[in-house]
Structure formats: C-alpha cells, structure tokens
C-alpha cells in the first residue's frame, strides 16, 4: 500500500475514527521501540548511547512526592 492510498484512507475517515488511528499509529510506533526492528532511517536503536550526558539530577530526584502522599 503506497503512501498516497494510506491519506486517502484515513482522510476519508470520520474525525473520531482519525483521531483512533492516530492512538493506534503511536501504539505501533512505541510498540516497534521496544523491539529490535530498525527505525525509519534502517538504523536498530542500542541501549546506552545516551550514557554521561545526563550532567545534573536534583539529589532529591528519587524522594515521594507530595501529591502522592495520600495513595502511599
């Protein structure tokens, strides 16, 4: 299925049914995330790339929150 047939589609859908295949199209998208298939670009994404660029983290990061006092 070409791109141009996938607008056609989902334009020729009602709004509440485009915003549902939007919900699904981010599913998917966070779904493929999570496995090892290749992104868009053919490259497969590896943990810990990102490693030492986190400069600063409040020391109280891991500490409750107030707003969630009443469900501890």
């Given at each position: 299925m070409?791109?141009?047939?996938?607008?056609?589609?989902?334009?020729?859908?009602?709004?509440?049914?485009?915003?549902?295949?939007?919900?699904?199209?981010?599913?998917?998208?966070?779904?493929?995330?999570?496995?090892?298939?290749?992104?868009?670009?053919?490259?497969?994404?590896?943990?810990?790339t990102l490693?030492?660029?986190?400069?600063?983290?409040?020391?109280?990061?891991?500490?409750?929150?107030?707003?969630?006092?009443?469900?501890?």
């Open positions: 070409s791109q141009q047939q996938v607008i056609h589609l989902f334009q020729s859908l009602v709004p509440k049914f485009q915003e549902e295949a939007i919900t699904f199209m981010e599913f998917l998208m966070n779904k493929q995330k999570a496995s090892k298939l290749p992104d868009a670009k053919g490259k497969i994404r590896k943990a810990g490693k030492g660029l986190i400069n600063y983290m409040a020391p109280d990061f891991d500490a409750p929150l107030d707003d969630m006092k009443d469900y501890m």
